[in-house]
């Protein structure tokens, strides 16, 4: 039996952290910039981390 592969779309945009939580990106920071508010963009740059309940199709996704 061949060697089962990650999804290599879901590999790009999320992270699993040691503690086991799966960090990923904020969306809504790509374009049309100009008319969201310098904090809401400052909060953008941060990471966000997925809830239990979709972490468990990521983390099969990610095959880890």
């Keep these: ?10 590999a790009k945009r999320f992270k699993i952290k040691k503690s086991g939580v799966i960090k990923r990106a904020k969306a809504y920071k790509s374009h049309i910039l100009n008319k969201k508010t310098q904090k809401r963009k400052r909060k953008l740059r941060k990471a966000g981390y997925l809830v239990p309940s979709n972490a468990k199709n990521i983390r099969k996704m990610l095959l880890k």
């Design 1 to 10: 039996m061949p060697k089962m592969k990650s999804h290599r779309g879901s």
